[in-house]
Structures are given as C-alpha cells and as structure tokens.
T-cell receptor
C-alpha cells in the first residue's frame, strides 16, 4: 500500500525566507509520481509541482522546487523567498500503480509572518 | 474556461436523506474522481472512473454511489446520508494516467 507522511503539522516562517516542507513516501511501485498541492483558506486545491519517479532532475516551477531523494523516499517542497500569499495548507500526494489514484498526506499548514 | 465544476457548493442534509453532488468537466478528460477531505486527514479517494461506463472504488467508498454515463459528468450519490459523511467533497479530473489532477472548488456537506 502507498503512504504519504508529512510530519510538520504547522510551520511559521518570516517573509522572504526560504522554507522546506517535508514529505516522505512509501511504495513498492517502480513507477510513481509525486505532487504538491496548495490549499489556501478559500479552499480550492492548487497544483504546484510534479516529480516522476524516473525524472533525473529535480522539478522546478518558479519559486517552487521539489527536492527528490529517491533512496530516502523523500520529496520535500522548497519555496524560495516566501511571500505572505504563500500562507496556506500544503499537501504532498503520490500517484502509483498506473492510475490516477492519488494518496495524500495529512498536510502542513504554513504561515508566513511579515 | 470552466475546468471542473461542482454543484452545490454548500448543502445541509438530515440523517437519512439522499442527494447527488454534481461534477462536470469540459476538458475532455478520461479520468474523474471524488475525494473527501476531513480535518487532519488530508484527502481520501471515494470513487474514480477511467472513462465513460467504467467506475471503481477508492479508499472510502461505503455509503456512496457513482456512475459515468458521459465523459463530462461524474455525479456522486449519497443514498442515505449519515453524520459521518459530513465533509468537504472534491471532484477531480485528469487526462490519462499521467499529468496533473485538476480539482473543482469543493462542496461542503453537513449532515445533521
């Protein structure tokens, strides 16, 4: 069975600092994908970044990068130069087994302080 | 560009009542799914569909029915609502087995 673990229920960061949100995963699949979604207080789920298990380079999307360490089974999200608008809930998710059935972690609530 | 549209956005039911959460997507995506989000538990998969006429159960299917008669629509039915089904429900769609999962805005359901 696949499992995602996010060990940080909440994080507080000063504006403009970089922040790392932790995500570890467990799967027996060789082919899988890892996602990060942002959920602001308004409730919608916003896709941030994707990493495939066979991708050799770490994924980057603007200020977001995914620190993918396959041997450690970790897929941490790094946000550079944090902004007040980054305050939200962040979910790590995994897709495996050749289907689009995502398994989500419990989320990390990030608060950016001015 | 509508994307994934869910209705209603809010609903209050009494125990034992039935209702249908509607989900429609205009991106011609083969894959559609329903998740529920409860506090402290992330999102959990209820049912999913890989194409019209094909549905399957996810992690928490009990108490819910689905059907997929068209590519665009994937309604979620609660036949006899229970307080344990109080949650926020998200519909999502994707093209094929890879790529981004697009979410609707969510439907908040309260069962009294």
């Amino acid at each position: 069975a696949q499992k995602i673990t996010q060990t940080q229920p909440g994080m507080f960061v000063q504006e403009k600092e970089a922040v790392t949100l932790d995500c570890t995963y467990d799967t027996s699949d060789q082919s899988y994908g890892l996602f990060w979604y942002k959920q602001p207080s308004s409730g919608e789920m916003i896709f941030l970044i994707y990493q495939g298990s066979y991708d050799e380079q770490n994924a980057t999307e603007g200020r977001y990068s995914l620190n993918f360490q396959k041997a450690r089974k970790s897929a941490n999200l790094v946000i550079s130069a944090s902004q007040l608008g980054d305050s939200a809930m962040y979910f790590c998710a995994m897709r495996g087994g050749g289907a689009q059935k995502l398994v989500f972690g419990q989320g990390t609530r990030l608060t950016i302080n001015p | 560009n509508a994307g994934v549209t869910q209705t209603p956005k809010f609903q209050v039911l009494k125990t034992g009542q039935s209702m249908t959460l509607q989900c429609a997507q205009d991106m011609n995506h083969e894959y559609m799914s329903w998740y529920r989000q409860d506090p402290g538990m992330g999102l959990r998969l209820i049912h999913y569909s890989v194409g019209a006429g094909i549905t399957d159960q996810g992690e928490v299917p009990n108490g819910y029915n689905v059907s997929r008669s068209t590519t665009e629509d994937f309604p979620l039915r609660l036949l006899s609502a229970a307080p344990s089904q109080t949650s926020v429900y998200f519909c999502a769609s994707a093209r094929g087995n890879t790529g981004e999962l697009f979410f609707g805005e969510g439907s908040r359901l309260t069962v009294l």
